[in-house]
């Protein structure tokens, strides 16, 4: 049986220039982050298969790669169900990881918590592009903070990070779920079945309002309900100010906090904000994950046409574990999207310290190699990035390979 090449299907090698990337876009992430106030952390890539199936994550639930039981738990004989062989999977996102890491080590955290992750996610997908079975994730979590402080400081700190990349006029939209109920609740659906509403309502962008309609008729929802919920959507739509409309139109439907507090963020990012991007309230904005509880978001680039990141509140995560409920809200930027777009643009990393080959003939005097080291080394103590290699046969090619990786300049020691 022959050996394969070619990585798994979803998962991919990365060559150095994309690695230069990058390594310089995760240092940029880290450094805007740190400056926030976010502390670095990592979980293992792996988690007891009962925190990943524990219906919060909605549709990735059914993307996990399942680890089977091993050793003398493994009796395949006796196996009835897929629990008798399955007790570990690999994470399909990083808050799970971060619910049980905060569950099990809160003593020794400060409150709130302002947690950095970044590290590979695996889902069963089906591969497209900007879509990969394994995959980048960096996520920012506050934890223990119950204000709407929290979204102020994640959108900032995540709309400032892409400003720096270089990203410029993309949206970030947002939402409420509790709006999303209230808007269910007033147009008269069964409180039982705001999910099936909302996974249709999810396809608003592919679909438009009239295919929403169609489909939520198709699923035996009462038309005087599908009339009255596309209404209220196209009143928004015209609406000057599209949260004041629900908030007024909703009432005792709607909470009147709720409406409040997004106009509380929205006018405090835009006040503050150290990117040009543009603050968007969208009531058809669901977010798939069913752990969400309050205020959604997420990031939106023309160039790319889908999401490149978002996030939300999910207050009752923390307390599965615990059984007390922990305030917590998160933002994740989509790490391989962000690479993706940049590499398209033919993005350089700027400011990269200066890069040397040395190229030393073979048969090079063994005598006089210790001072090419030497000089290389002292080089690198300059701030100079210096590579030593014996130089190939075909030369020209071998520098050709070496230009597109940044070698600028070339140094090359001959035996005579």
Known sequence: MSLVKKPVNGMKDI????????????????DTYRSFGFTPIETPCMENIANLSN????????????????GEKLNLAQARTEADLVDFGMRYDLTVPLARFYANHSNDLPSPFKALQIGNVWRADRPQRGRYRQFMQCDIDILGEPSNLAEIELILATTTTLGRLGFRNFEIRINERRILKAMAAYSGFPEASYDTVFIILDKMDKIGLEGVAAELEKEGFARESVEKYKELFERVRNAKDGISYLADTLGDALEPDIAAGLQEIAASVNACKAAEFRLVFDPTLVRGMSYYTGTIFEIAMPEFGASCGGGGRYDKMIGNFTGKDVPACGFSIGFERIILLLLEHGFQVPEQPKKTAYLIEKGY??????????????????GQQVLVVRMNKNKKFQKEQLQKEGYEEFVEFFRK
């Not at 060559?15 to 880290?30: F, G, H, N, T």
């Not at 006089?368 to 690198?380: F, N, S, T």
């Open 55 to 70: 219906k919060q994550g909605g549709e990735n639930e059914k993307l996990i790669f399942q680890v089977m039981k091993r």
């Open 365 to 382: 005097p063994g005598e006089k190699l210790a001072e090419v080291i030497a000089q290389a080394q002292q080089a690198r103590q300059d």
């Open 15 to 30: 060559l150095p220039a994309e690695m230069q990337i990058r390594d310089y876009v995760q240092s940029v992430i880290k």
